[in-house]
């Protein structure tokens, strides 16, 4: 059986920042144009509903259009993702709204992280299902080029990655603390004492961090003071002793 293992915080950040590189690249892929492929208005890839009579069976996810013929049973019409068909529904990827009202292309209003959440669906589709084309509409425009809202989202995308490489590295330097009470001791405070490989993780030999309690120091560049925290020595203020 395939068992899941950690990776030390060090080794998990760089394999953080290739994957940024690498979902960059993509999305430059994305976004740019294509010398074959099709563009539809939203009239015409309506038809596209896998219904009888219909020509095909597509979707659109942030512009881009995919044949979704060989995932009939989700999309056609009557099952459960069939609202997908037909149109760009980018929005309810995210909020799971599959009413009217829900399956629109608007994500105008969301955050860095259902972003990410769209960015990790269009990686789905362009790893399972035919490109197409593009939409013409809110993402491309008729020679099609991406617009100034997709280049918008592409942003946000790149600042959520960024985020989350800035939350691990927070992570790094703010390892849990633990805390008990009892009638007899009172009050008592630790700091988890982690080990990483001493070889980037690859389990050749490890290294014991040490970390101290610091309940009046502790911030984080994410969600601001944190009291109280641990803090690795290497982070300690200046004019706080071991």
């Not at 590189?21 to 309506?46: C, G, K, Q, T, Y």
């Not at 001791?185 to 030999?205: I, M, T, Y």
Request: glycine fraction near 10%; charge should be neutral.
């Amino acid at each position: 059986m395939l068992r899941r293992r950690g990776c030390g915080l060090l080794l998990c950040l760089t394999v953080a920042v290739v994957v940024a590189a690498v979902v960059a690249a993509w999305l430059m892929d994305w976004w740019s144009p294509h010398a074959r492929f099709r563009l539809l208005i939203p009239e015409e890839l309506a038809r596209y509903r896998g219904g009888p009579g219909d020509p095909g069976l597509y979707l659109a996810l942030l512009g881009r259009v995919y044949d979704v013929s060989s995932g009939r049973k989700h999309y056609e019409p009557g099952a459960h993702y069939s609202g997908f068909a037909g149109r760009d529904a980018s929005r309810a990827f995210v909020t799971g709204d599959y009413s009217e009202a829900g399956l629109l292309d608007d994500i105008s209003d969301l955050s860095f992280s259902d972003m990410l959440t769209l960015q990790n669906w269009l990686s789905f589709y362009e790893e399972n299902y035919k490109f197409i084309g593009k939409v013409i509409g809110r993402f491309y425009g008729e020679d099609g080029l991406p617009t100034p809202e997709l280049a918008q989202v592409e942003a946000m995308i790149i600042k959520g990655l960024e985020a989350n490489k800035q939350e691990m590295k927070e992570k790094q330097k703010f390892p849990p603390c633990n805390a008990e009470w009892s009638s007899t001791r009172g009050s008592r405070f630790w700091c988890s004492q982690k080990r990483d490989s001493a070889e980037g993780g690859l389990g050749l030999g490890t290294r014991k961090h040490k970390y101290y309690f610091l309940p009046s120091f502790a911030y984080s560049a994410i969600q601001g003071p944190q009291f109280p925290a641990c803090q690795h020595k290497s982070f300690l203020p200046t004019g706080v002793e071991e």
